[in-house]
Structure formats: structure tokens, C-alpha cells
């Protein structure tokens, strides 16, 4: 995943220390309750199948950037339903040592127009899957799709 300009300059300047980066993910819905799918992609770098996701550039807004994300990521256009899910979670060290922690803003979308596809590197397929039968998704990613299911609930907020 490339890393975003903003955060190559901060690095430049404060090395591998910790950084605290705002990131999104989004759960793109279809069909009736009941009968929904969910559309997600295969990593590239882990090989699981997981929602879009991305780091929130200066000046945007995360409902924004996971639009522009889904876009991007998976060739589809998609609208905010509603926020899902707020959390942190623990302090990551990349192979480099560079050092982050991820807030993350988890919103249930809608999907509007457009067939999913590969849409860069972050990826290596993407499809629909029934809730019923998703492929391999970590813990993490099942709790995303089930707390995404409901059009209208409150958000849980992780503490």
C-alpha cells in the first residue's frame, strides 16, 4: 500500500515514532434484510478478504474518503448509510519500524452503480459474497459486517 505524501513528509521529521493516523472502512451493502451481500476485496498484502479501507488525507472528511476510497479501490460508487463503528486499535510496527495506531471510522455504505473490479494494488480480486456464506474474514472484519447490517442503528463506540 502506498504510503500518502503527508505522511512521508511527517515521517521525515519525526522518524519511526508513534504516529496516531484517522482511518476508514467501509462495508458496501446490497439487497434486502435478510438477503444482503456485502462487496470485499483480497488483499494483496495478507491475502484475506476484507471491507475497503483507507487512511483520511488533511482536509477531508472520512464519510468523503471512504466514498473516494471504494471508488478507487473497487470500481464501484457507493453513498454513506450511516456511522458504524468507532475504535482504536493497538500500536502497529511495520517491517521498516515505522510506528502507527489507527482510529477508525467504520460506516456502512450503499451500493449505487458500477460492476466491482481490481481497482489498484490494494487488491487482488474483489466480489459480492451473501452474509450467510462469507469467505475467510478475520474476527475483526465479521464483527464490521454484523454491527453494518442494520440500516439504522446507533454507532458502538470501542473503549
Known amino acids: 500500500m502506498p504510503t500518502p505524501d503527508y505522511i512521508s513528509r511527517l515521517r521525515e521529521k519525526i522518524g519511526t515514532e508513534l504516529l496516531l493516523l484517522p482511518g476508514v472502512a467501509g462495508v458496501v451493502v446490497?439487497?434486502?434484510?435478510?438477503?444482503?451481500?456485502?462487496?470485499?476485496?483480497?488483499?494483496?498484502?495478507?491475502?484475506r478478504?476484507?471491507?475497503?479501507?483507507?487512511?483520511?488525507?488533511?482536509?477531508?472528511?472520512?464519510?468523503?474518503?471512504?466514498?473516494?476510497?471504494?471508488?478507487?479501490?473497487v470500481s464501484v460508487e457507493a453513498v454513506v448509510d450511516r456511522l458504524v463503528l468507532v475504535s482504536?486499535?493497538?500500536?502497529?510496527?511495520?517491517?521498516?519500524?515505522?510506528?502507527?495506531?489507527?482510529?477508525?471510522?467504520?460506516?456502512r455504505c450503499?451500493?449505487?452503480s458500477g460492476e466491482p473490479a481490481v481497482g489498484d494494488e490494494e487488491s487482488t480480486d474483489v466480489g459480492w459474497f451473501?452474509?450467510?456464506?462469507?469467505?475467510?474474514?478475520?474476527?475483526?472484519?465479521r464483527r464490521r459486517i454484523m454491527l453494518a447490517l442494520p440500516r439504522d442503528a446507533p454507532p458502538v463506540i470501542d473503549q
Not at 446490497?30 to 491475502?47: H, I, M, Q
Not at 451473501?130 to 472484519?141: G, K
Open 49 to 73: 478478504w476484507a471491507s475497503v479501507g483507507g487512511i483520511v488525507e488533511p482536509g477531508e472528511h472520512p464519510a468523503t474518503c471512504i466514498v473516494r476510497e471504494i471508488a478507487e479501490e
Open 110 to 112: 450503499s451500493w449505487i
Open 88 to 107: 482504536t486499535g493497538p500500536p502497529i510496527t511495520y517491517p521498516n519500524g515505522d510506528r502507527c495506531q489507527f482510529v477508525s471510522n467504520v460506516f
Open 130 to 141: 451473501a452474509v450467510t456464506d462469507l469467505p475467510d474474514v478475520s474476527e475483526q472484519e
Open 30 to 47: 446490497d439487497g434486502e434484510p435478510g438477503a444482503e451481500r456485502v462487496l470485499l476485496g483480497r488483499r494483496s498484502d495478507t491475502g
